[in-house]
């Protein structure tokens, strides 16, 4: 079935490739003709990569400057923000005595809002998985492209329209949406009860439901051409662990995400039609909602969390299939246990759908619902800890090349660790009775899922740049990125850690109200100062990646890396269709490093010699 | 300003990337085949540094943090579970924390040791099975026992009370049948706080009743709320089973007693509960602060008190609800029993001085002329102040005779106890007698403390005798005193003490 498949694509671009066969460079076929074809409404899923990616870099950039304006206020409540005002306008509150100017409580919600929103679905869904989903699953299954090209160009022009809802609503006059980024009914059903839950909520809800189109038109995608279009020999234990995460990452958003998108449409008949999906016995604003009776605001949470929880597996699932695929090659070394890595892979994924309730341990859900969800959320911990101590055995005995992306792929796994060994204290419910809403849980999950995520997102960067654009990134800057970063994050997170152990709650615009809360003005201060110095390494990276992709050191080997997986194999700056002439065929498993004393790395596309077993198994 | 600060830091940009440029530059210029091996063993020996930094620095920090980390320093729960929950937490907190450095140690120290080198080899190590069924089992069994020590707590704190189980206005000494009952009612942006009044009852409420002479929108009809009455500041007992019913007018909110390890999301038309017992009060909370120096600091707010002194356990809301969120604080203030009962005396004018004169009924008390106070403003629940003799009285001014009755039990109360205390106060004994003084003391107060939270008049009058017996005894040990001292002045107030007891015995 594979290989029936290869040949219609190789016809197909045969086609277009008469008279040039010999060019080293490809000028891509008849879906490329014009410029926009070829830059904007592409098909080829190495641009839709690098639109994915530079579009997540934006929305990065714009949700990390949103956390540092928050955390300006977190760390230095008292101090004149009159400065932000040509920034943030009328949203700074100025005091017309001493023309000190302070950031308005409704506006503080709303940056925390967008900044959670941002991150996890347009720069840690689309950006990552979108990215390099895109990119690798041709190259290294072997396919001239995804299935559907068109719905593949499709998933990114609806992200895009997603990010431009979402940008417009920003500059909303009521502000955009602020009521977090999980936004509970019924504060995000209810315009009477807070600004950003007027025309902020519904362009909100609009934008993410063009983001839910976005995720399934990719992961179908995705999916497909995983299963079917894979190059001959690949079957499915040779694929590499990249691919295991991006497949199960897309089946995962699959289940997921209209889940998601259900519990948004309820809340959009709730503010639109007066149905009451979600609310019961309120009175706001003076008035009771009398018809509006008989909902419960609980089922909107199941809902959101259904896809909630899955979604930080969507997240971090690809970040581990990138480290798992990065370790390994500048290990020089076969990850340990692919088998394992796999099967912990598919573990987690089933186990992500049975665990969304311990986000609700007290919502005032029954109770007795908890125990199952104990279970099987510390159950999740046991696959998680078999990829962590098989990472660490994979740099055990290696050869290890220090480089951006390899240091990226160790920070991950250092990141890992500790933001899943809090995960424990949190997935047991008679902690959580104190540690739900603290600070613990902002940094259990920034640890966790944000912090993690990126690295593993870095490390693809740095790792798959030259694939990307023909060129290198700029190690100094990237290994001073690195450093920066690692200590940076922990100098932010760490510290959180204490703050939640102290009870601070989450989502609190100032915390000189409560005596047991306002003891930590250094600790506040200092994780400001530590978040600005992070963000100024970030700084850095966008520079040295516009920089690298016109200036950069140019890509002179076919594989740098010295990787044994198929997207080497392509030329450098392939055009659409990836490979010149035949699809290359598989032989073996991807991580043949270092198993002849003669050669340092094996290609897939090379033969067994007599006798030999494939490697892992 | 802003403009030299983007200006400098574009310039410190260029500069690194000039820096970053250089050195790559450099390096293919050198063509040093030996250059990859220092870039190695430098970022491998800034791994190996980091890391031991990194572990010194989280037990420093720990170190350090421990005077706000649950479960060691004054930040211990101040209630039954709450110790409960910090317990699992250390717990956890000590087994993560092997994990955390091994894996941390291993991660830096085989990146050191496996380091790059020119020429070298590395291991071909595929897998390992024995090795990963033991680091498969191993957390397995960890986990387990997390999994059952947790729900068994969980299940533990959150099991719902037993269905004889009554709300009572102070539950008796050692009785699991018996418990507090308030409401806390979470709306833009401050908390409801309902107490159920004498009868220890709640009142049924509904949403569409509310308006801005019934906040909470109560069921005038409803005799149980006739007694309800609010209050801005949480005042609890100390040892007694409290069930807060938590509910919201308008969106959700969040429950929230740090100290007390108590935390449950209000959510509208869907009343929630949580049942914890608070076992250390405000004074003792304080005294504890009181012994460290971060404490021993002027107040903010008050710089003639120390930190410690102004100390108060906190309600606040910890779940996203608007704009106001950070500001839904109310001080919650654990106390004695005794404090607690004069305090609900406070709330419900026991205590309230008159602003009329009445002759009272002869029939129930009838040796002395009492004042009685004004039920209407004096008695503080949301019944009387707003609603009683309004059109929306669904009981016409109907007169709640033994609610009245009740509350002026208290003042007779207050009266006895009065007189046993000056009676006590009056002489001098010796050691032996001021220890059966002092017994005497605690057996009327126990009796009128019971006498005080009865709901049945007949019943207070019952213990109001009993005391009156045991304080005939104090008078004849007092009389026993006076014989011995002969005091002169202590006859009138003799003669005071034997009407009084003659007045009681006589009820």
Sequence with gaps: MANLNVKEQDLLTHDDHHGHDDHGDHHGDKYQSSFVDRYIFSQDHKTIAKQFLITGMFWALIGAAMSIIFRLQLGFPDADMAWLQPLLGGWIDIDPATGEGTLDPNFYYALVTMHGTIIVFFVLTAGLSGTFSNL??????????????????????????????????????????????????????????????????????????????????????????VINMRTKGMHMFRLPLTIWAFLVTAILGLLSFPVLASGFFMVTFDRVLGTSFFLNEIYVAGEALTTRVGG?????????????????????????????????????????????????????????????????????????????????????????????????????????????????????????????????????????????????????????????????????????????????????????????????????????????????????????????????????????????????????????????????????????????????????????????????????????????????????????????????? | MGLTIVLFIILFTVFVVQIGKARELASIVRADPGEEDEINKFHAGVGMFFMVAFLLICVWSFYHYIPTS??????????????????????????????????????????????????????????????????????????????????????????????????????????????????????????????????????????????????????????????????????????????????????????????????????????TYFIFTPTVTTDSMRRRLSTRPEWQVPDANDPTKERWETYNYELACAELCGRGHYSMRNIVRIVEEDEYLDWLDAQEGGKIQVDSVRVFDPETFEEKLYVVPNTKGTIKSQYFSKIWGTDDDPFKMARHESLEALVLNKLYIGEDYAAAKEIRNSYEYSDDEFRTSAQFMKDIKVLLNKARISNDVEEAKELRTQSAALLKELTSLTQKVEEVTDDTQSNGLTLNTTETSAQDSDV
Excluded at chain 1, 177 to 198: H, N, V
Excluded at chain 1, 429 to 435: G, K, L, N
Excluded at chain 1, 474 to 488: C, D, K, P, Y
Aim: glycine share 8%; net charge neutral.
């Design chain 1, 136 to 225: 690798l699953i041709p190259l290294q299954c072997g396919a001239r492209d995804m299935a559907s090209p068109m719905m593949n160009m499709l998933s990114y022009w609806f992200f895009f329209l997603a990010g431009a809802v979402m940008f417009i609503s920003l500059f909303l006059n009521t502000g955009p949406f602020s009521g977090g980024w999980t936004a509970y009914p019924p504060l995000s059903e209810l315009p009477q009860a807070s600004d950003g839950s007027k025309a902020g909520a519904t362009l909100w809800i609009v934008s993410l439901v063009l983001f839910v189109v976005s995720v399934l038109l990719g992961g179908i995608n995705y999916i497909t051409t």
């Design chain 1, 296 to 617: 419960s605001a609980i089922l909107y949470q199941h809902l959101f969390w259904f896809l909630g929880h899955p979604e930080v597996y969507i997240i971090i699932l690809p970040a581990m299939g990138i480290v798992s695929e990065v370790l390994s090659v500048h290990a020089r070394k076969p990850i340990f246990g692919y088998k394992a890595m796999v099967f912990s892979i598919l573990a987690i994924a089933v186990l992500s759908f049975l665990v969304w309730a311990h986000h609700m341990y007290m919502t005032g859900m029954n109770p007795f619902i908890a125990n199952i969800f104990v279970l099987f959320t510390l159950i999740i911990a046991v696959p998680s800890a078999v990829k962590v101590f098989n990472w660490i055995a994979t740099v055990w005995g290696g050869n290890f090349r220090y480089n951006s992306a390899s240091l990226f792929s160790i920070g991950f796994v250092s990141m890992f660790i500790s933001g899943g060994l809090t995960g424990i204290f949190l997935g047991n419910s008679a902690i959580d009775i104190q540690q739900h809403d603290t600070y613990f849980v902002v940094a259990h999950f920034h640890v966790v899922m944000g912090v993690a995520a990126f690295f593993g997102m870095f490390a693809g960067i740095y790792h798959w740049f030259p694939r990307l654009y023909g060129r290198f990134m700029n190690e100094t800057l990237g290994r001073l990125h690195f450093w920066g970063t690692f200590i940076g994050a922990y100098a932010v997170f760490g510290p959180m850690h204490y703050l939640g152990m102290a009870g601070v709650p989450r989502r609190y615009y100032r915390f000189d109200t409560f005596a047991s809360f306002s003891q930590f003005d250094a600790m506040n201060q200092f994780i400001t100062i530590a978040a600005i110095v992070v963000f100024m390494f970030q700084i850095l990276f966008v520079v040295n990646f516009f920089y690298s992709i016109y200036r950069g050191r140019k890509q002179d080997k076919l594989n740098p890396w010295g990787a044994t997986t198929l997207e080497w194999t392509a030329p450098i700056n392939a055009g659409h269709g990836n490979w010149e002439g035949e699809i290359p065929a598989v032989h073996r498993w991807p991580y043949d490093l270092s198993k002849y004393d003669d050669r340092e790395f094996v290609l897939q596309t090379e033969p067994l010699a007599e006798g030999e077993k494939d490697g892992g198994h």
């Design chain 2, 70 to 271: 649950l479960g060691w320093g004054p930040n211990t729960a101040a209630s039954e579970h709450g110790t409960e929950v910090d317990r699992l937490f250390n717990v956890t907190l000590f087994f993560t924390s092997i994990v955390f450095f091994l894996t941390h140690i291993a991660l830096f120290w085989f990146g050191w040791k496996y380091r790059g080198i020119r020429g070298k080899k590395a291991t071909y190590l595929a897998h390992n099975e024995k090795l990963e069924m033991v680091w498969m089992i191993i957390p397995a069994i960890v986990m387990a026992f997390l999994v059952i020590d947790g729900l068994d707590a969980w299940n533990n704190i959150m099991t719902d009370l037993p269905e004889e189980a009554q709300s009572v206005i102070l539950p008796a000494e050692g009785s699991d049948n018996e418990f507090i009952e308030i409401e806390a009612t979470g709306s833009q942006f401050l908390w409801y706080l309902r107490y159920p009044g004498r009868d220890g009852k709640l009142g049924t409420k509904y949403f569409t009743q509310i308006n801005s002479n019934n906040p909470l929108g109560q069921t005038w009809t409803d005799e149980k709320n006739i007694d309800d009455f609010m209050t801005t500041e949480l005042v609890l007992p100390k040892d007694k089973k409290v069930r807060v019913r938590i509910t919201a007018r308008d969106v959700l909110h969040n429950f929230y007693i740090r100290d007390m390890r108590v935390k449950m999301d209000a959510v509208p038309g869907m009343p």
